[in-house]
């Protein structure tokens, strides 16, 4: 499946090619991005929603997880916006993990598309922002506002655990390992 953003391996070496603070740190959570999907790719709905013996954690889960993640932390909570579909109309009801639960009944075409559209809406998101220090307009869970910088840094942490559990997902599944 065809992915919006090229699948670049690691970001640009500031050695070999200056970057600024927005390239560097966007580039980064573009890369962890890409780690994830990577992980994902070419796998089964059976694959995705293969778990280890030791955990309930899917691959299918945390990229639905990373997706919901994407538009909450850009979309609602960094400029205010309302949640899109599928979050909008999620059985919250159901707890905090349904998109990680949920996602064995989703396709792995769905499931990428819907983590790639997220990943670009966030990434209009980001370039819109006039500077690293534009301030959040959304919910900010009480704590106050974030600026773009915290954001961008919070969402690499994000993934950056994430693909540790990925790597451990995949390489169960069919001994694949590496980014």
Same mark, same amino acid.
């Given at each position: ?55 309930? #954690?899917?691959? *299918? ?6 997706? @919901? %993640?994407?538009? +909450?932390?850009?979309?609602? $909570?960094?400029? &205010? ?59 900010? #869970?009480?704590? *106050? ?6 954001? @961008? %840094?919070?969402? +690499?942490?994000?993934?950056? $655990?994430?693909? &540790? ?15």
């Amino acid at each position: 499946m065809p992915s919006p953003v090229p699948r670049r391996p690691e970001p640009v070496d500031p050695v070999k090619a200056p970057t600024t603070e927005r390239q560097a740190l966007t580039e980064f959570l573009d890369f962890y991005r890409n780690v994830l999907a990577r992980k994902a790719e070419g796998l089964s709905a059976d694959d995705l929603a293969r778990t280890t013996a030791a955990s309930s #954690l899917t691959l *299918g889960g945390l990229i639905k997880h990373m997706a @919901l %993640v994407e538009d +909450i932390w850009f979309g609602v $909570r960094f400029m &205010g916006y309302e949640p899109v579909e599928p979050w909008a109309s999620a059985p919250r009801d159901e707890g905090e993990d349904w998109a990680i639960t949920s996602a064995k009944h989703d396709s792995p075409e769905w499931l990428l598309t819907t983590f790639d559209d997220a990943c670009a809406r966030s990434r209009e998101v980001t370039d819109a922002a006039p500077t690293m220090d534009t301030m959040s307009q959304g919910d900010t #869970l009480g704590r *106050g506002p974030w600026n773009l910088r915290w954001v @961008l %840094v919070h969402m +690499i942490e994000e993934y950056a $655990r994430h693909a &540790g559990h990925a790597d451990l997902l995949r390489e169960a599944i069919d001994g694949e390992t590496g980014d």
